[in-house]
């Protein structure tokens, strides 16, 4: 039962794939919460999974775009906002691929085509689709915008490759935008940096079922679920948290804070 903190806000949200995706949680926890939403995701990923069911379910348009179009981005907020019937409170970016990654190349022997191709899906998409948004001021004032990160952007985590200077780069992004986006509209942009959660971007991460439990035992609180996550998102969606911006926040159980661990240590 949701408590109504999304009442009468309209929202696009990215990279819903299959219902184990953090994007598939944060779209039917918005519902939940009383927001209108539009589901997108690019067109290849919208004959697997099950993103059209998800869009009957939650009474969601579904609308393809490749986020590293501008021109698929333009379409998809000018559709957005017709189909919601205004502007803009809250987008969620829920998008991460890498070729290297998933082709299993080593950091030291990445191929820069794909590399070039990471930035431009996991990082540089999320500079677009608020530059789109801002050009045709389709936000409206004290909304909200929201990427997802992982701590690999500031320790170094081997296997996540260079889906860490990806994410270093999606934070960044957050910060310089959100100056721009605070001056424009007080609009806020920030970053949750989530815990290893089991997706398909998750699981393509080497060793990645190991790493989860080192992680949950890491962890004070254990990791944080998608679930959790959804949670979270509505928080920030909401208009209780319209003072935070342009910040890198933690949802991880206290990971990130942590040292040592016995739990870790007496295995
Ligand atoms: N799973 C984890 O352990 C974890 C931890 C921290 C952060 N994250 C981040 O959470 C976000 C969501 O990932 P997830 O774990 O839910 O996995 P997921 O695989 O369900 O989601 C990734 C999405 O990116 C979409 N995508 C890929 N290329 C695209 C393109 N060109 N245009 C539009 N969309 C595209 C995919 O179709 C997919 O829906 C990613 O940014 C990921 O890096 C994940």
């Known amino acids: 039962m949701g408590n109504n903190l999304l009442q009468g806000k309209k929202g696009i949200i990215f990279g819903a794939l299959d219902d184990k995706s953090i994007a598939w949680k944060v779209a039917e926890r918005c519902v939940e919460e009383g927001a ?15 993103i059209q069911k998800l869009g009957e379910a939650l009474n969601a348009p579904v609308i393809p775009a490749d986020a590293t179009s501008d021109e698929d981005l333009e379409a998809l907020i000018d559709q957005s906002t017709e189909a919601l019937g205004g502007k803009l409170d809250f987008v969620l970016h829920s998008i991460g691929m890498s070729l290297n990654v998933r082709k299993n190349r080593a950091y030291t022997d990445l191929k820069y085509d794909w590399m070039h191709k990471t930035f431009d899906i996991s990082a540089i998409s999320f500079h677009r689709v608020m530059q789109m948004a801002m050009k045709k001021d389709a936000m409206n004032d004290w909304g909200s915008i929201l990427a997802l990160t992982y701590i690999a952007a500031q320790r170094v985590f081997p296997d996540y490759n260079e889906m860490a200077e990806s994410k270093a780069l999606l934070e960044s992004f957050a910060r310089s935008f959100g100056y721009h986006w605070a001056k424009a509209k007080n609009v806020r942009v920030n970053t949750i940096s989530q815990s290893p959660t089991m997706t398909t971007a998750g699981s393509g991460v080497k060793g990645f079922d190991e790493f989860f439990s080192y992680a949950d035992k890491m962890s004070p609180l254990g990791n ?7 949670d979270y998102c509505v ?12 910040q890198n926040l933690f949802h991880d159980g206290g990971f990130s804070r942590m ?6 240590l007496n295995q």
């Not at 944080?224 to 959804?230: G, K, N, Q, R, W």
């Not at 040292?259 to 870790?264: A, E, K, L, T």
């Open 36 to 50: 209108q939403i539009t589901l997108t995701n690019a067109p290849v990923a919208l004959r697997f999974g099950g």
């Open 235 to 246: 928080a920030m969606f909401s208009d209780l948290t319209r003072y935070v911006t342009m």
């Open 259 to 264: 040292g040592m661990s016995p739990d870790v």
């Open 224 to 230: 944080a679920s998608a679930d959790a996550c959804a």
